[in-house]
């Protein structure tokens, strides 16, 4: 078999590890890649800027299309959405980090609490996308969450593509640094590898959740010659060896890297269905990974008015990559649907529940009743822009009570996150005046 393709039975554990990332313990019948759309609603956030938006517009990408007319709501994050990063001295929120190093504040950092309470609350969606909603909000938190960075934080990688990771334990100078921090040692093979490898201590512990991590796309040739090779490296590795020791099926990684590597001819044509080229797919029952002839981009856009390339994906690019990713997304879907037995983790006696918020609308004050698991807890309140405004301890324990004081805050809508360990409850209220 050819290098470059990695084509799946259904029945292969281990190859199903490889190519769809999702670790298994057991082997693994043919029925069990399922690519059918979820019975019922799932509510999906995905963590992007420009090239996300592209690909999520209707009328480019059409991803947003494809995920409602498979059963997902989809909310997102862009640029200037949500509190503010306390990690990076910039004044920007957390919103606007999407580079590699900025999934350490996300997921892992001193202040990933408040961003996940947020993020996993999180209702909005871009532009007036929510106005052509056809998928029924079903409540609750974000249950799936892609994460993507953009294409300037794989155009200058140091080390080689055959780098091994960081050893664990060894301090990650890439942790909390956006590209234009790098100094020439922080966007590393090796440290991109470590970061990625951390992220899964944080993932762990929350199996109620399906993390999707969308690799980070190319570059055209002749834009960052030297990195797309590694920057291949490292996306190829995350496919096949990220989850090599991970117990959980809870993490998915797709290849969108990979898939912009090969057009049909232009950059304004697309080779889905092609038997050549480069494809993270399902098809005819099983899983195919099949990397592009060059790593460069293959669906660069014409500036006109700059005479120039740009590395932001055509539309037909984007068109590929959405017919490809919705199905695989199913099948990591149903598979981690079936390794948590469709469990309700909110409802767990071990989980943060949040019983009632009293009185709504509330005016001075509001009391929280709820349930949370010890040592202790945590309540913040956050602005419809993702502020917290408002934050404070509370006792761990079942049918425990505490009052908070809005008298400091202005009338509008917000919400009240509780928060102990990895778990989170949030409710909307109303305070009037």
């Not at 996300?52 to 640029?79: F, I, K, Q």
Request: charged share 20%; aromatic share 10%; hydrophobic share 35%.
């Amino acid at each position: 078999m050819p290098s470059s393709l990695r084509s799946l039975p259904g029945a292969a554990a281990c190859a199903l590890a490889a190519a769809l990332t999702l670790a298994s313990t057991s082997p693994l019948r043919a029925q069990t890649l399922d690519p059918s759309p979820p019975g019922s609603p799932v509510r999906l956030v995905f963590i992007h800027h420009s090239t996300g938006w592209s690909w999520l517009n209707p009328d480019e990408g059409g991803l947003l299309t494809a995920l409602r007319a498979n059963n997902y709501y989809v909310c997102d994050t862009d640029y200037d959405w949500g509190p503010y990063d306390e990690d990076v001295a910039d004044g920007l929120n957390i919103g606007s980090h999407t580079d590699i190093g900025h999934w350490y504040n996300w997921f892992l950092g001193p202040h990933r609490d408040a961003y996940l309470a947020a993020l996993y609350g999180n209702s909005q969606l871009s532009s007036d996308w929510r106005n052509e909603e056809t998928v029924p909000d079903p409540g609750g938190q974000n249950t799936v969450v892609l994460f993507k960075s953009c294409f300037s934080s794989g155009q200058s990688i140091a080390g080689e593509p055959s780098d091994d990771p960081l050893p664990q334990g060894t301090p990650n100078p890439l942790n909390g640094k956006g590209v234009s921090e790098d100094d020439g040692t922080m966007y590393t093979v090796a440290n991109i590898k470590r970061l990625y490898l951390d992220l899964l201590t944080y993932f762990r512990t929350r199996p109620d959740k399906l993390f999707v991590l969308i690799t980070t796309p190319p570059s055209y040739e002749g834009a960052a010659d030297e990195a797309m090779p590694k920057l291949r490296a490292i996306n190829t590795w995350l496919v096949e060896h990220l989850t090599d020791d991970y117990p959980l099926r809870n993490v998915f990684v797709f290849d969108y890297s990979n898939v912009l590597t090969s057009n049909g001819g232009d950059p304004n044509t697309n080779d889905i269905g092609a038997q050549t080229g480069g494809h993270h797919r399902f098809a005819d029952g099983s899983i195919e990974y099949r990397l592009g002839p060059t790593p460069f981009l293959a669906y660069a856009t014409w500036d006109p008015e700059w005479s120039s390339w740009d590395n932001h994906p055509t539309p037909a690019g984007h068109r590929k990559a959405t017919a490809e990713f919705v199905p695989l997304l199913n099948v990591a879907y149903n598979l981690w649907r079936r390794a948590t037995g469709a469990r309700n983790y909110e409802a767990t006696p071990e989980a943060v529940r949040i019983e009632s918020c009293r009185p709504q609308p509330a005016d001075r004050s509001l009391t929280l009743r709820y349930s949370a698991p010890g040592p202790d807890a945590s309540v913040c309140v956050f602005d419809l822009l993702g502020r917290r405004v408002f934050e404070s301890r509370a006792a761990a324990g079942s049918n425990a009570e505490t009052v908070l004081d809005l008298t400091g805050l202005p009338a509008g809508i917000y919400r009240v996150a509780l928060s102990a360990g990895a778990s989170t409850a949030s409710r909307a209220v109303v305070v009037r005046r």
